[in-house]
């Protein structure tokens, strides 16, 4: 598979991404995030957007000419380098093979207590890596902290905790 990001209007998004798919290239997806909020005492779930003028393009072969994209209305920008033809690699290729594994929704993430602390469980998240660098226990959720497009990134996302006592050191998302 190969990962591209396209970077464009925030409000055209979804429009980008039906476009895309519509035209052949490939599977689009707008990233968006489950996230708890509670209201009178109780938890519900709610989907947002996430990463607001990202669209994420996986295709089975490399496009042969990105024309077509970069001259779409409202298209700013591939993220990536010319040289790798706007491939995605390291870090954001990771959260974007993660974001297609969970079918462009970011959900309530496994986590565990190892001693007086709580990491991410890696087991279902392959090669992403994200840093919990706030803990609310009483309403299940972190804020996470990962790179991508150069850049530090945090989210709150909301967390299960499993049954403690993983031996590995692990702090991947």
């Not at 997806?29 to 109780?42: A, F, H, S, V, Y």
């Not at 890696?122 to 991508?148: H, P």
């Amino acid at each position: 598979m190969h990962c591209y990001c396209i970077y464009c209007t925030t409000q055209k998004c979804n429009y980008v991404a039906e476009a895309l798919t519509a035209m052949g290239i490939g599977r689009a997806i707008t990233p968006k995030i489950l996230q708890r909020k509670w209201i009178g005492g109780k938890a519900h779930e709610e989907i947002h957007e996430y990463l607001p003028g990202y669209v994420f393009l996986y295709t089975e072969t490399p496009p042969e000419d990105f024309s077509l994209i970069r001259t779409m209305t409202d298209v700013h920008r591939l993220l990536g380098n010319k040289d790798d033809r706007y491939e995605l690699c390291g870090a954001d290729r990771a959260f974007a093979e993660m974001l297609y594994a969970s079918d462009g929704t970011i959900g309530f993430f496994p986590a565990y207590e190892e001693g007086d602390r709580v990491r991410l469980d890696s087991s279902l998240l392959e090669g992403f890596e994200g840093v919990i660098t706030r803990l609310d226990r009483a309403k299940k959720r972190a804020e996470i902290e990962f790179d991508f497009d150069g850049k530090k990134q945090r989210v709150w996302c909301g967390i299960e905790l499993i049954a403690s006592g993983r031996k590995d050191d692990v702090r991947k998302k």
